[in-house]
């Protein structure tokens, strides 16, 4: 079985801080793992994703990620924070299917 | 890049009739759809995964009597929610995946359904 968990429901940063959004997965194989991004009432856009290749994966909009087998983890960061960078975030664990977690929903303030 | 349209984008319905939703692949051919559920501050639910020319593969607790799902084509996928009641308001999210594509699946925009 694969999930994914994500820490945090909420998080909120400043303009301009550092963004972290926390994913950890649980897979009994070596797992594919995406970040999604969610504006409101809209579908979901791919921010990057993992496939076995490089563990530090370069996405859209700054975003990158970091494959750590060793913790299970998959977080999200961006160096620098922009207000339209507010919006939901998904972190996703796929195979046959794709299963996504909770979400964290990130607040940008100025 | 790949592209899903998801059609409609809103719909409201009376109390036990019934309503559709296409989604589409429109520059791929799509071999897996998959159909998730929204509900409002929540995480997506997958509901069902369907292969082309296939019956529908449906998650633990979703009624396929309720809320069917044709693949019949590579690039369309519908879903019909079957007389449909206020609890089955909800933004419903196709995704299609290509066999060439790995596993990335692309997703339409939503579609919010309000049953009245």
């Known amino acids: 079985a694969q999930s994914v968990t994500q820490l945090g429901s909420h998080v909120s940063v400043s303009e301009g801080a550092l963004v972290l959004l926390r994913c950890n997965y649980s897979s009994s194989v070596p797992p594919y793992l995406f970040w999604y991004v969610q504006y409101p009432n809209q579908g979901l856009q791919l921010l990057l994703k993992y496939t076995s290749a490089a563990t530090l994966v370069k996405g859209i909009n700054g975003f990158e990620a970091e494959f750590k087998k060793s913790e299970t983890s998959f977080h999200l960061t961006k160096p620098s924070a922009h207000m339209s960078d507010a919006a939901e975030y998904f972190c996703?664990?796929?195979?046959?299917?794709?299963?996504f977690g909770t979400g964290t929903r990130l607040q940008v303030f100025p | 890049g790949a592209v899903v349209s998801q059609h409609p984008s809103r719909v409201i319905c009376k109390s036990g009739t019934s309503v559709k939703i296409e989604c589409r692949s429109l520059?791929?051919?799509?071999?897996?759809m998959f159909w998730y559920r929204q509900f409002p501050k929540q995480s997506l639910m997958l509901m069902a995964t369907?292969?082309?020319?296939?019956?529908?593969?449906?998650e633990q607790g979703v009624e396929k009597d309720k809320f069917l799902i044709n693949h019949a084509s590579l690039t369309l996928s519908t879903l019909t929610v079957t007389s449909a009641h206020p609890e089955d308001s909800s933004f419903y999210i196709c995704s299609a995946r290509a066999r060439r594509m790995n596993t990335e699946a692309f997703f339409g925009q939503g579609t919010r359904l309000t049953v009245v």
């Open positions: 369907s292969n082309e020319g296939s019956k529908a593969t449906y």
């Open positions: 996703a664990v796929a195979r046959d299917k794709l299963i």
């Open positions: 520059d791929f051919q799509a071999t897996t």
